[in-house]
C-alpha cells in the first residue's frame, strides 16, 4: 500500500510536467521519495509540500493527510522482522505441548522483570495476582485467549503484531491442550473430541481469526497421540 501511495504522488508530479524543487519552491530533499524508488519514506510534511506546490486542493491535501496518517500507523503494526528463535515468542511459536507454550510464558516474565502483581497492576485487574500465579504454574494452562493478551502486554508487548502472534501460538497449544484432557480421560470419547473442542472454544478462536489453525493444530496432536497409543513409538 506504501508503494501505491508514492505511485500516486508520482503520477501527480509528473502531470504537473515534472516541475523541479525551485520551481515547487521546496528543498531539493523534499523531492527525493519522487526521484527514486529507494528514498526513505517521506514524512507528512514534505508530502503536503509537495500537494501544494502541485496545486491540490485542501481537501485532496486533507486526504493525503489521512492515508499517510493510516500508513504510518499501519507501520508501527507491523511485525519487526521475524522473531527472535531463541527469544520467548519463537519459541512459544514453536511449542509442540502446552507445557512448553507455558515455560515461554514464564520466559517472557522473567525477561520482562515483572511480578504478579505488576502484570495485574498493568492489565487493569483482568489478570489478578492469583490468576497469573496459576496459570503459569506446570501442568496448568490459560483457560482464555484475553488472559494471554493480558499477560503479554502486560510484559511490555507493545506491538499488536507480536501480540497476535502470541495468540497464534496459544491457538496451537490450546489445541494440543485439549488432546491431553482427552488422553486423561476428562474429555468425552475419541470420536467426539472435535466437536466439543469446536463448541468450548469455537467462537472465541473465529473471532480472531485464528479456528482454522487451531483446528489444524488439534487434529494433528490428536494423530500424534493416536500413533503412539497403536505402539509407532516416537520414531514410527
Not at 130 to 159: I, Y
Not at 167 to 195: E, F, I, N
Request: hydrophobic content about 40%.
Amino acid at each position: 500500500m506504501r508503494s501505491q501511495a508514492l505511485d500516486e504522488l508520482r503520477a501527480l508530479w509528473t502531470r504537473s510536467g515534472l516541475p523541479s524543487p525551485g520551481e515547487m519552491g521546496v528543498r531539493p530533499g523534499q523531492l527525493e521519495f519522487l526521484d527514486r524508488r529507494d528514498a526513505p519514506w517521506p514524512d507528512l510534511r514534505d508530502v503536503r509540500a509537495v500537494l501544494d506546490a502541485v496545486g491540490e486542493p485542501k481537501a485532496v491535501i486533507d486526504r493525503w493527510e489521512r492515508t499517510w496518517r493510516y500508513l504510518d500507523a499501519a507501520s508501527e503494526s507491523a511485525p519487526r522482522g521475524e522473531p527472535d528463535e531463541d527469544g520467548p515468542l519463537g519459541k512459544a511459536l514453536k511449542a509442540h505441548t502446552p507445557d512448553e507454550f507455558v515455560a515461554q510464558l514464564r520466559a517472557l516474565k522473567a525477561k520482562a522483570q515483572r511480578s504478579f502483581e505488576d502484570i495485574a497492576k498493568a492489565s487493569g485487574n483482568r489478570l489478578p495476582k492469583s490468576t497469573g500465579h496459576w496459570m503459569l504454574r506446570p501442568g496448568n494452562f490459560p483457560a482464555r485467549a484475553e488472559q494471554v493478551s493480558d499477560f503479554v502486554k502486560a510484559c511490555g508487548v507493545t506491538n499488536p503484531a507480536e501480540a497476535q502472534l502470541w495468540l497464534t501460538a496459544y491457538a496451537r497449544a490450546q489445541g494440543r491442550h485439549r488432546v491431553h484432557l482427552t488422553v486423561a480421560g476428562t474429555s468425552p470419547a475419541a470420536g467426539d473430541d472435535l466437536p466439543r473442542f469446536l463448541e468450548s472454544v469455537g467462537d472465541d478462536l473465529a473471532a480472531r481469526g485464528q479456528l482454522q489453525e487451531a483446528i489444524a493444530a488439534y487434529k494433528e496432536a490428536l494423530a500424534h497421540h493416536r500413533h503412539l497409543a497403536s505402539g509407532g513409538g516416537e520414531g514410527g
